[in-house]
Nanobody
Framework: QVRLVESGGGLVQAGGSLRLACAAS????????RGWYRQAPGKQRELVAA???????NYADSVKGRFTISRDSAKNTVYLQMNNLKPEDSAVYYC????????????????WGQGTQVTVSS
């Protein structure tokens, strides 16, 4: 099993910055991608940023130029640097791993963290 633990959320004023971290433990057959999603009240969960095993990155249009996803393979940790935060960025942010479990037949699935709250005040 994989366990994901997020940290770094909190309250910040508009224009400020936060850095989220997601530490992973456990064993997978392979990791396809790691990413961050967010869910605001009354809205669907949406992809914010993702990084593949080949280091390709993908960002939601609303965060391009402001957010950066990165990883530290030695620490098995993925980060989300969020700059120039806006009130509309307020949400619960979830860490995600898309990967193949160790047990056969290794069907890819998603793993989720517990979520961390980000609140941006205007």
């Amino acid at each position: 099993q994989v366990r994901l633990v997020e940290s770094g959320g909190g309250l910040v004023q508009a224009g400020g910055s936060l850095r989220l971290a997601c530490a992973a433990s456990g064993t997978l057959f392979s990791i396809i991608a790691r990413g961050w999603y967010r869910q605001a009240p009354g809205k669907q969960r949406e992809l914010v940023a993702a990084i593949t095993s080949g280091s390709s990155t993908n960002y939601a249009d609303s965060v391009k130029g402001r957010f950066t996803i990165s990883r530290d393979s030695a620490k098995n940790t993925v980060y989300l640097q969020m700059n120039n935060l806006k009130p509309e960025d307020s949400a619960v942010y979830y860490c995600n791993v898309h990967g193949q479990p160790s047990d056969w037949p290794h069907i890819p699935r998603d793993y989720w963290g517990q979520g961390t709250q980000v609140t941006v005040s205007s």
